[in-house]
């Protein structure tokens, strides 16, 4: 059994549903610290210098002797994952990091550069809402100040949720993960099907689409539903079934993304007319432009269904995440000179850190390992051992590439 199928074997566990086969990896619960608690052992494990802040950010550094502290590699991803979520998105990263280590000291390369493993915590924004919270916190893409406002979905302040995990939230003494790194290279399942339809196992990622989170809440009047005549009602039910509908015909029409896939409703109870309905759109487009263009599209919709339903609608966002396009010369560097022929280059409409680290001025790729189902934030995501296994030499080349 090689090292990836054996790590991947020890964590297939940890924080999966026997009901769904969904896994529940929310950050700062105890099966996403026993997973951070599984990567320290790794590292540990291959000699790599382990560094954590307060927030559950870790790195494992290779530092053989000679390397300039100042220009330092990072590969990795993140450990958690959204409810009900796949295997791959995210540990597929992580996993890859450690046995691409493995495989390049054992090929007997030394590199001249620190090579790093890293997990970045909250990256799914499962839980405080705001995608890539970890790596946010640790670029200051996200403030603190900011950052400590979150609750979860039981009210819970992020700073409470770290206590509780045993964890300090940021300290005066954290140590900056992130200093020195001048290059990251972030591998991730594909959570699409362009790579099983061009016949590749690995491909590199062009940029991301703009993406954002937008709570729509819509206020309604509670009321009986057998006594209540239609003509007298304020329903939010009727705002918000419009508003989906609307958000659906407007990202069609465009061919952007819209989706209402978390939805709250006040009380909850069959027999009431609601008083509240809130719902949370995730929209993505092609452009800054488009995006703006989506969500005022979808939100004047709502605004002017909301007069005729007698009820009034609040939209904020949550979670924006800006276009990313990656390093054209370090993606044409990794997918080009390989004995099998170049790998595609293309573009993906999922966010990751690796966008959070480009904003933040470091030179950065991603490489993208063909997912069978080409279906992803489900259980039903999957990656082959012969592809996740050319994921890593891949991972391992493009590292020893960067790093000799
Ligand atoms: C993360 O996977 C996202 O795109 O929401
Ligand atoms: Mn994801
Ligand atoms: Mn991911």
Known sequence: MTDFEAMWREIAPLGRSAATGGYLRQPWTSAEGELRAWFVGACEARGLRVESDGLGNVV???????????????TGSHLDSVLEGGAYDGPLGVVSGLAAVDRMRALGVVPRRPVGVGVFVEEEGSRFGLACLGSRLLTGATTWETARELRDRDGVFLADALEAAGLPGPRAADPDLLAGVTTFVELHVEQGRALVDLGHAVGVASGIWPHGRYRFDVEGVADHAGTTRMEDRRDPMLTYAMTVLAANKAARLSGDRATFGRVEVLPNGTNAVPSRVTGWLDARASSAGALEALVERVTTQARERAERDGTTLTVTAESVSGSVSFDPDLAGALATGHAGGDWPVLPT?????????????IATAMLFVRNL??????????????DCLAGVDALAESLTRLST
């Open 60 to 74: 494992g550094w290779w530092e053989p002797v000679g390397c300039s502290p100042e220009d330092r590699l990072l």
């Open 373 to 386: 189902t080409g279906i992803s934030h489900s259980p039903a995501e999957h990656a082959e051992v012969p």
């Open 349 to 361: 409409q999922a966010g990751h850190d690796a966008g959070v680290l480009s904003g933040a001025g």
